[in-house]
């Protein structure tokens, strides 16, 4: 079946820092999808990528949709402490597993002032 | 606008018993999806329910079964609970299933 990895697991950083995270897959994808869930809540969606080669951002975030349909990254300029959370990607092959993304296994984040 | 409602946000049942959670999708959406929230298996899809017919299936016992209402509400059912249910359980909705899903809160569900 369709598989994510996600790196790195965790990162311990500064207030001001960048952070560059990615996943990959042996599988390829439609779409590729971020997130960030915070304690107590669901995934809330930050970004996401319909075609191979996009770029978009939103604010601090930039992400990319991998040439090869196969790897995504996300980066966010400038941390700051309410960046703390856990970022998933996922990814969805709509045409014949609409509604089913395959999940990465999440990147804490941990932001130090 | 609302947003993905689930109820309820906590549960404690025991084992053997059975257990029906709730979703209310965004208005108009139509694809609800659910899935398993465990520390040590990550976010695991359950099933996905599109105009109340299931169009995918993840790899879990028919214990786990849902479905789907003419308003796009949803309702899982576990049966048979196993302390290994234990779990955070999310719904999540999207206009037609092929884009980014927004999530609700979630149910905590505990099995004693």
């Known amino acids: 079946g369709q598989q994510l990895n996600q790196s790195p697991q965790s990162m311990f950083i500064q207030e001001g820092e960048d952070v560059s995270m990615n996943c990959t897959s042996s599988?390829?994808?439609?779409?590729w999808l971020w997130y960030k869930q915070e304690p107590g809540e669901g995934p809330v969606l930050l970004i996401a990528?319909?075609?191979?080669?996009e770029l978009t951002s939103n604010g601090r975030l930039t992400a990319q949709f991998g040439i090869t349909r196969k790897d995504s990254f996300l980066n966010i300029s400038a941390s700051i402490p309410s960046d703390v959370g856990i970022y998933f990607c996922?990814?969805?092959?709509?045409?014949?597993?609409?509604?089913?993304?395959?999940f990465g296994d999440g990147t804490t984040l941990t932001v130090k002032p | 606008k609302a947003g993905v409602t689930q109820t309820p946000r906590y549960l404690i049942k025991t084992r053997g018993q059975q257990v029906t959670l709730s979703c209310s999708p965004i208005?108009?959406?139509?694809?609800v999806s659910w899935y398993q929230q465990t520390p040590g298996q990550g976010l695991q899809f359950l099933f996905e329910?599109?105009?109340?017919?299931?169009?995918n299936k993840g790899n879990f016992p028919g214990r786990f079964s849902g479905r789907q209402f003419s308003n796009s509400r949803s309702e899982m059912n576990v049966s048979t609970l196993e302390l290994g249910d234990s779990a955070l359980y999310l719904c999540?909705?999207?206009?037609?299933?092929?884009?980014?899903?927004?999530f609700g809160s979630g149910t905590r569900l505990t099995v004693v």
């Open positions: 996922a990814g969805l092959l709509y045409n014949t597993n609409a509604g089913k993304s395959t």
């Open positions: 990528l319909y075609k191979a080669g």
């Open positions: 999540a909705s999207s206009l037609e299933g092929d884009d980014g899903y927004t």
């Open positions: 208005s108009g959406h139509r694809s």
């Open positions: 329910y599109f105009s109340e017919t299931q169009r």
């Open positions: 599988s390829i994808f439609n779409t």
